[in-house]
């Protein structure tokens, strides 16, 4: 697992997996169950998607901050040539009665409550805000999200609000952050399905960006990651190089 944000003893730890066995939907189309990464010129381009729409599943009491969305909907309109549009679809969600999730918890939770797949130019991704904590946290050792299918990602959204205002980073700012994060893990950063321009890829920590104020940075250390975040009104860019790999796989 990769850290992103440490503050003091708390580390907060980002993780992306590839997971299930190649597939494809039918018509000629990816399926949504493939590697992280795999769809990441899909998910930039608009060689053969349009259009995207997000499906954004929530447990009660966990409704997504509509500036999140927002600014979800920005960043990606930033970096993807989606000429038809990007439209995010949130849904309150039933979720199991258990302490927490694995991997497999939240795979479970997605086949059984995704609507939304691939279909003629319209991609789709899905996102699940979790009421739960992740099973394989230990100590300080917090895992916030992670992308672990081509179009999927999990948001641990307990856990951000557990361990976030006290921090000097709101609930709303540090989910975006993770949120903006694990969707650029998707779009193939970095080097997990879009190919670096320039060397970019920190060697110790590989699939994150080698510059410390990136968005795709690994780890930013104690008071540096409270004043980047605290200091901040909107979660922190891409760097130059992570911008330029985007474009050069079809982005903007």
């Known amino acids: 697992m990769k850290n992103l944000f440490k503050f003091g003893l708390l580390a907060f730890v980002l993780t992306f997996s ?106 789709a991704l899905y996102v699940f805000l979790s009421d739960k904590d992740f099973s394989e946290n230990e100590g300080n050792q917090l895992t916030l999200g992670a992308a672990y299918q081509n179009t999927s990602l999990v948001i641990f959204q307990k856990t951000i609000r557990d361990n976030s205002n006290g921090f000097g980073a709101s609930e709303s700012l540090l989910t975006s952050t993770v949120l903006h994060h694990e969707i650029g893990h998707l779009m193939g950063l970095v080097d997990l399905g879009t190919s670096p321009q320039q ?16 968005l795709m940075y690994w780890a930013v250390e104690n008071q540096r990651a409270i004043g980047m975040i605290g200091g901040m009104n909107a979660p922190p860019d891409l760097d130059p190089f992570c911008k330029t790999d985007l474009k050069a796989n079809g982005g903007k």
């Open 18 to 123: 590839g997971c299930q066995k190649d597939d494809d939907s039918g018509n000629n189309l990816p399926g949504n169950n493939l590697n992280t990464g795999s769809s990441a010129r899909d998910i930039l381009s608009a060689e053969r998607f349009g259009k995207m729409v997000i499906e954004v599943h929530y447990a009660s009491g966990f409704t997504p901050d509509a500036g999140v969305l927002n600014d979800l909907k920005t960043f990606i309109d930033t970096y993807a040539n989606k000429p038809d549009g990007i439209e995010i679809v949130p849904k309150q969600i039933e979720t199991p009665a258990t302490n927490s999730y694995s991997f497999s918890d939240v795979r479970d939770i997605e086949n059984q409550n995704r609507e939304v797949f691939n279909e003629p130019n319209t991609l």
């Open 199 to 214: 060397s970019h890829e920190d060697e110790e920590h590989p699939k994150h960006c080698d510059v410390e104020t990136c």
